[in-house]
């Protein structure tokens, strides 16, 4: 099955997972990556399959990824569909929210598979300012990793 997955990655994570999506579904389709930073408008209309990835920064999914599906909503209802985010958020109402902030409804509706996949707080790669709210949001003071491969292999079964 011919496959894009199209994500919206600040530092990295959203793409890391999305690559290891890739990895997973390799073997049985066809995929291209699509970063919407180099790319913020890739044609995907002839994909079979749409997996969207977007990182959550202070609660909300990137403006790319919004703006991506606010354009392409209607060929994006046409194909098989897979949602994700990737997010530091340690409650399982909060990831949900996020999940659900992040694309419109009818996306939701029309999604084959969703998850909140983890993430990361980079402090190699944050300012200062992203730094200091870090520390005080999150109480860490160091860069944290928890992309959660047993909820990317549950998506990706869902995807199968």
Known sequence: MKTAIVYASKYGTAEKVAGMIAEKLKDTNEIELFSLKK????????F??????????????SKKMKNFCRTNEQILLQKK???FVCGMEPTKEK?????????????????IATGFLGGAFLFEKMNFFERFIIKKIA?????????????IDEFVKKLQ
Not at 140 to 151: D, G, L
């Open 39 to 46: 790319s913020p408008n890739p044609d995907i209309s002839q």
């Open 95 to 111: 990831q949900e929210k996020e999940l659900q902030d992040a694309y419109p409804e009818v996306l939701h509706k029309n999604a």
């Open 48 to 61: 079979e399959m749409v997996i969207l990835g977007t990182s959550i920064y202070a609660g909300s999914a």
């Open 139 to 151: 109480k860490t003071t160091t860069s944290v990793h928890q992309i959660n491969e047993n909820a």
């Open 81 to 83: 569909l897979g949602l």
